[in-house]
């Protein structure tokens, strides 16, 4: 039995996240057009961070604080590697 939000539709909803922050981002940067290079440097950087944040929005909505702190623990033990592994293992 899985969890609600998990399955294709959590992953279509992870997918959505991830790609709406991050191409949000981008067109913001194209929208600016150069005219301030700093804020769309900054902006590009910050597109990059869509797939974590987008993950970590995931895990509080489906396992709430408790789930994040047990994740956040997992990933400081193993490592990123060996969480990610891990998920891709898992599937």
């Known amino acids: 039995m899985s969890k609600t939000g998990t399955g294709t539709a959590g992953l279509l909803t992870y997918l959505a996240l991830t790609f709406g922050w991050t191409w949000g981002l981008w067109a913001a940067v ?6 301030s290079p700093g804020l769309s ?4 950087l910050a597109s990059a961070f869509g797939p974590s944040l987008a993950a970590v929005a995931k895990i509080l909505a489906l396992e709430g604080k408790a789930g994040f702190g047990r994740w956040l623990s997992r990933l400081l033990k193993k490592g990123f590697w060996g969480v990610a592994a891990g998920k ?4």
């Open 88 to 91: 891709v293992f898992y599937i």
């Open 41 to 44: 440097t900054g902006l590009l």
């Open 30 to 35: 194209t929208l600016l057009g150069g005219r």
